[in-house]
């Protein structure tokens, strides 16, 4: 059987191929009967350029350009030798669409993972297995296993078979652990592939690095909670002052009053 080798975004003939992941795919998938089959395809994606809903409206594009595909055999002839009948062709048709999933998923330059309508984990692209430094069978474990935080598995679970059983989309950020033994935290997505009848297909995850995000965040949080610290201690020393000190903003308006002031006018500090 013939076989042709090119990237996604251009033809046998190696012009380019334009237009959103999902219109790349019918493309290639349209070539596939001239050409006897596909044997690569592989998607590139500038995440960083991206926002996450981008992402995951071009993976889910991607996911429905190539879902008819695994529930039907592409309709392209898969040698020029007559066949006793249709079956070994859809069967062929199937296997060759489920590489080519593999292969687009393995070409997103972000932690994807493949799983199926029941959630079992069916493929992962080749970053998740560097990221975790794990084979594919290990991580098909990873309920059982040490790639969630502890503090984390118990909600990641349960939020994924509540989505498995709605339908839902599936949102949550965690920490997982890598090949270096180091906790990092992860925004993973959920979302289903779906075919005609509704039926979902496939489940397909995408998991973005935000460590970088929630470091700053828990930075800022304590830096505040060091303000505002300050600001009690300030206020405890201010008000322990005999002397009356009355705080005025640059526009003229009060602002403050230590508790000498409130004790010898009778206000309060809500008044």
Do not use: C
Not at 52 to 75: E, F, N, Y
């Amino acid at each position: 059987m013939a076989r042709a080798s090119f990237d996604a975004q251009r033809g046998p003939d190696g012009s380019l191929l334009i237009g959103s992941p999902s219109e790349v795919v019918h493309k290639i998938l349209r070539h596939s009967e001239a050409l006897g089959g596909v044997s690569r395809i592989s998607f590139r994606m500038n995440v960083a350029s991206l926002s996450r809903i981008k992402i995951m409206r071009a993976i889910d594009a991607i996911g429905a350009a190539v879902a008819p595909a695994l529930h039907a055999a592409i309709p392209a002839s898969t040698t020029r030798e007559s066949r006793p009948s249709g079956v070994g062709m859809a069967e062929n048709g199937a296997v060759q669409n489920e590489l080519t999933l593999r292969q687009i998923v393995d070409g997103i330059s972000a932690l994807v993972a493949v799983l199926t309508p029941d959630g079992a984990v069916e493929t992962v692209n080749g970053r998740v297995l560097d990221y975790f430094g794990k084979t594919l069978e290990e991580m098909r474990e990873w309920s059982s296993s040490d790639a969630v935080h502890p503090d984390d598995l118990s909600g990641v679970i349960a939020l994924w078979a509540r989505s498995i059983e709605s339908g839902q989309p599936y949102d949550i950020e965690l920490r997982q652990r890598g090949a270096d033994g180091v906790y990092r935290w992860f925004h993973a997505q959920g979302l289903p592939v779906r075919d005609a009848e509704h039926r979902i297909l496939r489940w397909l995850v995408l998991q973005t690095d935000v460590d970088e995000r929630k470091r700053n965040e828990a930075a800022l949080t304590s830096a505040f909670e060091e303000i505002a610290k300050s600001e009690a201690e300030l206020r405890t020393i201010i008000d322990a002052i005999p002397q009356l000190i009355v705080a005025i903003g640059v526009d003229g308006h009060f602002l403050s009053a230590n508790q000498a002031v409130l004790d010898y006018t009778g206000l309060t500090k809500e008044k």
